[in-house]
């Protein structure tokens, strides 16, 4: 089956810092993607959704410039928090949209120090 | 815009009861249905899905969910609950041409033996 590799699944990382989260689609072409946050005990919350090759969109209330998105081929998309802080502690989770389903990556903690 | 309500946010069920879980969607057209479970700390796994034809899906690990369309529903049920079944599910629907998923609260499943 379709499967999407999401790494790292932990990161801490210090207040200020950035982080790179990469999700790939391991055996098929994803020619769209999204990437979720989940705070604990809720629900999947979209921020952005990407096509490969074109600009991310975002949605109402995420900073695009916080939270950097490059989808730049269809195996592959990164998410980047820039300048890191603890509120922006949380799951982040991808999902790629090809082969007419959608599959998820395993998720990223991220946890801000 | 799809929406998707989960009414109920947990249910404890004794392992070899049945189990439902209730979704309701709002969406002027026939939408795309999915169930998710998630365990803690990973991603999402596919239960079942629903596009169009049978009403009645079959899916893994036992699942099955029923498309009513006049109830605007499309509850998951299991007859018999292992107690691997503990997580939390989670109704989806996609409608549109941008693919997004709108994601119910979810719902956490506890079994006790």
């Known amino acids: 089956g379709a499967v999407v590799s999401q790494h790292p699944s932990r990161v801490i990382c210090k207040s200020g810092t950035s982080v790179k989260i990469e999700c790939r689609s391991l055996?098929?072409?994803?020619?769209?993607m999204f990437w979720y946050r989940q705070f604990p005990k809720q629900s999947l919350m979209l921020m952005a959704t990407?096509?490969?090759?074109?600009?991310?969109?975002?949605e109402q209330g995420v900073e695009k410039d916080k939270f950097l998105i490059n989808h730049a081929s269809l195996t592959l998309s990164t998410l980047t928090v820039t300048s890191a802080h603890p509120e922006d502690s949380s799951f982040y989770i991808c999902s790629a949209y090809g082969q007419g389903g959608y599959t998820f990556g395993s998720g990223t903690r991220l946890t801000v120090v | 815009a799809q929406s998707v309500t989960q009414p109920d946010i947990h249910i404890t069920v004794s392992e070899g009861a049945s189990l439902e879980l209730r979704c309701n969607y709002s969406?002027?057209?026939?939408?795309?249905l999915f169930w998710y479970v998630q365990s803690p700390g990973q991603g999402l796994q596919l239960l079942l899905k629903?596009?169009?034809?049978?009403?009645l899906v079959q899916g893994i690990k036992g699942f099955e969910a029923e498309f009513k369309r006049s109830q605007s529903s499309f509850n998951l049920r299991k007859p018999s609950v292992h107690w691997s079944d503990a997580a939390e599910y989670f109704c989806a629907v996609g409608a549109g041409d941008d693919y997004k998923l709108s994601f119910g609260a979810g719902t956490t499943v506890t079994v006790r033996a």
């Open positions: 055996d098929f072409q994803a020619t769209t």
């Open positions: 990407s096509n490969e090759g074109s600009k991310a969109t975002y």
């Open positions: 969406y002027g057209a026939t939408p795309y």
């Open positions: 629903y596009f169009s034809g049978d009403t």
